[in-house]
């Protein structure tokens, strides 16, 4: 009789341990799913990068380093507020669908 509970409680007990295993140290691609890395090489060249040069030194918005359309005063005082709530910003890739998986994940 115990044996025939451990025998049924083997599978489970093993596919909890690979859920917490892939919980702690990811193995698959966060964006396609692809066994192997967290961000595999195909995922990796797809990101947008943000042209550091190019971008607002204040909020990081990716073309905003000569005329700013994210943080401009403009926008500002329809949020109600005469500057950003936070000193500076810097984006490494644009916030698309393969970054939101990347945040998700």
């Known amino acids: 009789m115990l044996s025939n509970i451990a025998g049924a409680c083997a599978p489970i007990a093993a596919e909890a ?4 295993a892939e919980t702690v140290w990811p193995t698959r691609c ?3 799913d692809t066994p192997g890395y967290v961000l595999c090489d195909s995922c990796r060249a797809a990101l947008t ?3 550091w040069w190019r971008a607002c030194p ?3 918005a990716p073309f905003g380093r ?3 359309c994210e943080c401009n005063e403009v926008m ?3 949020q109600g507020r005469t ?3 936070f ?3 810097a984006a490494a890739v644009s916030f698309e669908e393969g970054a939101a998986r990347i945040v998700r994940a």
Not at 17 to 20: D, G, M
């Open 30 to 32: 966060a964006i396609c």
């Open 87 to 89: 000193d500076g910003m």
């Open 76 to 78: 500002l005082a329809a």
């Open 58 to 60: 204040r909020c990081g």
């Open 66 to 68: 000569v005329q700013c």
């Open 49 to 51: 990068y943000v042209d």
């Open 17 to 20: 341990a690979e859920a917490l």
């Open 83 to 85: 500057q950003p709530a």
